[in-house]
């Protein structure tokens, strides 16, 4: 599982925000710092499933020291914790490739794990 790093920041009289140096663009929010965390994994897990379906991949996460070594990061982190935060798909369930039981085929899973219609999964994770 890849973990991204992420910075925490809260203003007096603000929520707590969350930024991704690794991803432009990929943030969230919370009222206080638990809260924050969580909404950072479900938008870290809907950025990737956003860049994957627009055909991008995710770059490999930063090491802690690399990071830290940028001046810009450094300075940004002043008072505000790093924080590691796991890559998940955005239902909360572990990404994975299953074989279709009838066709043989790979199939992977999406983000809503649904089956191919008039299916169902079953606990093997095969299609029937």
Request: hydrophobic share 35%; charged share 30%; net charge negative.
């Amino acid at each position: 599982m890849k973990t991204y790093f992420a910075i925490l920041h809260k203003d007096a009289e603000s929520a707590v925000g969350v930024v991704f140096p690794d991803l432009p663009g990929c943030f969230s929010a919370g009222d206080n710092y638990d809260e924050a965390i969580r909404n950072a994994e479900r938008a870290l897990a809907v950025y990737a499933e956003a860049e994957s379906s627009a055909g991008r991949s995710l770059p490999e996460p930063s090491p802690f020291d690399q990071l830290y070594a940028e001046r810009e990061i450094r300075d940004e982190t002043k008072e505000a914790p790093f924080v590691g935060i796991p890559l998940t798909d955005p239902a909360g369930h572990r990404s994975g490739v299953f074989r279709h039981a009838d066709t043989g085929e790979f199939v992977a899973t999406s983000s809503d794990d649904r089956p191919p219609s008039g299916r169902r999964k079953t606990h093997s994770a095969k299609w029937r």
